[in-house]
Every structure is written in C-alpha cells, then in structure tokens.
C-alpha cells in the first residue's frame, strides 16, 4: 500500500465548475498536509497546507482534512484554464519533518 | 524577498560522472531539503538539513551525499551516475521551526546519457 495516494486522472472539468481532488494516507501518526500545483516542466508551487481536522478556505481553493478516515481533498471553485495542472498531495508524518507525496492528479479545466 | 534559487538548471552527464547540484534557501530559512521527481511521478524525499546537520535522509544509495554550509545554502552531490538517476532534482526551504510548510526552488533537470 503507498503511503499516500491520489486518483492519476485525468480529472477533466468544464470552466466555471468545482473540481474535486482527494487524497488518502496510511500513516495515523501524520500531522501536517499540504497541496502543491505544478504546471508541466515547473516545479511543484505550494497552494495551502491544513493541520486541523475541517475545512480551510483561501481564495477559491477550499482544503478538508479528516484524520479519522485519514483523507484529505482540495475543492477548486470556480476552475478556470489556468488551474489546469497536476495537483500533488504531500503529508508530513509525525515523526519526521520530510514530505512524503501522493503521484499528483492531472486535471484540465476546459473553456 | 527572492526565492528558493537552483543552479544549474539543466545538465546533461553520462554514466558514471559525477555531479554537484547547488541550492540557496529563502533568506531567513535554515532548512533545506532534497528531493528527486521522476517523470509522473511525485517527489521522492533523499536529504534534509538544517543548521548543516542531517535531519533525515531518504531511501537513496550512499552514491547521493549533501551538504549544507553556514550560510544554509546546500549541495547535492551524486556519484557514479546510472540512467535512472535521470530526473528534476528539486530543493525546498523551510524555516526550520515548528512551521515546516516547505517552498520549491526551479529544480535541477538532470539527464544521464
């Protein structure tokens, strides 16, 4: 079992819409989760990072984290084109202050 | 505020070279961390420093090293190259504190031939 992992996709939307991105990990003991975007031949770029079971909203992005079932997703509100990217899932386990990522979601947002 | 800066950006090696890889964090930040992103797949953890001690280390072969100097800039060094060491060679900066949210340099584009 990966220790974390994401639905490859590709996840298509059409413009205007909510995307959904979800992620699951194995380690109970993690404490810190992050959600990178990295557009093709870039480097991952940090969208937000969560800690606390709940919803954080920034902008248009809306990040949810539930330790209990060990899942945490990213809603796009609004998608626009240029949100067309691979989302990469990170978790920072709780004994070590490392990232561990997921295999990243592609998604296109079509005009 | 600069970023996190890489150099150089691309290179192209062949088997069994060596190579330096260079990293200067974010001004203020004490850690720097080390990653290798194949193609499709996410980053994979090798190094971690902060104050130029080794925090943690991934599950790489001792042909990878790093280091970091006082002025926290850091190098990766990777010996005897094979083809799969082909890849982008990524470095994030973190203060170092408890808030560990890590910040990506450009990466390092490595091609082995």
């Known amino acids: 079992q990966k220790e974390v992992e994401q639905n490859s996709g590709p996840l298509s939307v059409p413009e205007g819409a909510i995307a959904s991105l979800n992620c699951t990990y194995s380690?109970?003991?993690?404490?810190?989760f992050f959600w990178y975007r990295q557009y093709s031949g870039k480097s991952p770029e940090l969208i937000m990072f969560?800690?606390?079971?709940g919803d954080k909203e920034d902008g248009r992005f809306t990040a949810q984290l539930n330790k209990a079932s060990q899942y945490v997703s990213l809603l796009i509100r609004d998608s626009q084109p240029s949100d067309s990217a691979t989302y990469l899932c990170?978790?920072?386990?709780?004994?070590?202050?490392?990232?561990?990522f997921g295999s990243g979601t592609q998604l296109t947002v079509l005009p | 505020d600069a970023g996190v800066t890489q150099s150089p950006t691309h290179l192209i090696k062949t088997r069994g070279q060596q190579v330096t890889l260079r990293c200067s964090p974010i001004?203020?930040?004490?850690?720097v961390s080390w990653y290798q992103q194949v193609l499709g797949q996410g980053p994979q953890f090798i190094f971690q420093?902060?104050?130029?001690?080794?925090?943690g280390r991934g599950n790489f072969p001792d042909r990878f090293s790093a280091r970091q100097f006082p002025n926290y800039s850091s190098e990766l060094n990777v010996n005897a190259l094979l083809l799969g060491d082909s890849a982008l060679y990524l470095c994030?900066?973190?203060?170092?504190?408890?808030?560990?949210?890590?910040?990506f340099g450009p990466g390092t584009r490595l091609l082995v031939l």
């Open positions: 994030a900066s973190s203060p170092g504190t408890r808030q560990e949210t890590q910040y």
């Open positions: 380690d109970r003991g993690s404490q810190s």
């Open positions: 990170a978790v920072m386990p709780g004994s070590a202050r490392q990232l561990t």
């Open positions: 969560i800690y606390s079971n």
């Open positions: 001004s203020g930040h004490k850690s």
């Open positions: 420093y902060y104050e130029k001690e080794e925090r």
